[in-house]
């Protein structure tokens, strides 16, 4: 079994950071892409980034594009997602995700997960 935990959440004001962090265990880690989601209230769960498995691939959601950075320390089974100018629309439980199938280069899909975080909250004022 798979367990996911976030942290770094918090509150924040429009135009500052933070880094989320992810702990991975009960797998090898490094054999797996793994992803960033969101959900805000009333809405569906969204994509945020996403990794390769060997950290050589990365993408991003294009409302994210120059502000966020997705990294993985496969040494310590922990990925990142360091977000830079934060705006009240980036408002939400941030979730880390694993992939299903090894080698993957990190989908946008959330079917392509199978192993989920239990959230931490973002929350930035204006």
């Known amino acids: 079994q798979v367990q996911l935990i976030e942290s770094g959440g918090g509150l924040v004001q429009a135009g500052g950071s933070l880094r989320l962090s992810c702990a991975a265990s009960?797998?090898?880690?490094?054999?797996?892409?793994m992803g960033w989601f969101r959900q805000a209230p009333g809405k569906d769960r969204e994509f945020v980034a996403a990794?390769?498995?060997?950290?050589?691939?990365?993408h991003y959601a294009d409302s994210v594009k120059g502000r966020f950075t997705i990294s993985r320390d496969n040494a310590k089974n922990t990925v990142y997602l360091q977000m830079n100018s934060l705006k009240p629309e980036d408002t939400a439980v941030y979730y880390c995700?694993?992939?299903?199938?090894?080698?993957?280069?990190?989908?946008?899909?959330?079917?392509?997960?199978?192993?989920w975080g239990q959230g931490t909250q973002v929350t930035v004022s204006s």
């Open positions: 990794i390769s498995w060997s950290g050589g691939r990365t």
């Open positions: 995700a694993a992939e299903q199938s090894a080698y993957g280069s990190g989908s946008a899909s959330v079917y392509a997960y199978n192993y």
């Open positions: 009960g797998r090898t880690f490094r054999s797996y892409g």
